[in-house]
């Protein structure tokens, strides 16, 4: 279902949902506009159409496809649309009882990873309420500035054009530590410590 359709069916601006919508869990735009629409059945057959009916308008964002796969190498839907990479601990809308702007996903993450409150994360994201929630938790953000304009992003450590921008260098499996290289930067906020 296309935003304009979904506009249709509720009444509302196109533009308006995709303002609010972009980097939120479905289910939260929904109880916006129609609380009765907000259910896991309705969001699961709207999203379940979206990469059949419109995978072959999917743009990959640029960087990501070598990232997933370094990060694959080294340590269902539109990731088998794009053919990248599945990561082994992937927290989904369903994992967690409130999407983002709250931290729940990006804290639950970490707890997957079986990683503790010390450990140093940096999150990758394209929406505000995502920089929102990785900020919440206590991580360093990269934004990048494929779906938002930069002025949107500015709550992020750094702002890059995509994820080209974003290398990983090296990964140390008895550590955990990775040493992450962020070049192209259109706005930074923040370095990373220690």
Not at 43 to 49: D, F, R, T, W
Not at 134 to 156: D, I, N, Y
């Amino acid at each position: 279902m296309t935003l304009h359709r979904l506009g249709k069916e509720l009444g509302v601006d196109p533009e308006e949902i995709l303002h609010t919508s972009h980097g939120r869990r479905s289910i939260d735009t929904l109880q916006q506009y129609d609380p009765k629409l907000a259910n896991w059945e309705y969001v699961s057959e709207v999203e379940g159409k979206i990469p059949r009916e419109y995978g072959q308008d999917a743009v990959e964002v640029p960087g990501s496809r070598i990232l997933l796969e370094t990060l694959k190498r080294e340590s269902a839907g539109w990731l088998d649309v794009m053919k990248l990479a599945h990561p082994p601990n992937l927290v989904v809308a369903e994992d967690v009882p409130r999407g983002k702007p709250d931290p729940t996903c990006y804290l639950k993450g970490r707890s997957k990873l079986g990683l503790d409150d010390t450990a140093r994360i940096l999150v990758l994201e394209d929406s505000p309420a995502g920089i929102r929630a990785g900020k919440s938790a206590g991580f360093q953000v990269v934004a990048v500035a494929t779906t938002h304009p930069v002025e949107r992003l500015h709550e992020a450590d750094w702002i890059v054009p995509d994820l080209r921008s974003v290398e990983l260098v090296s990964w140390d499996r008895s550590s955990r530590k990775a040493e992450v290289r962020i070049s192209s930067i259109l706005e930074q906020r923040n370095r990373i410590a220690g």
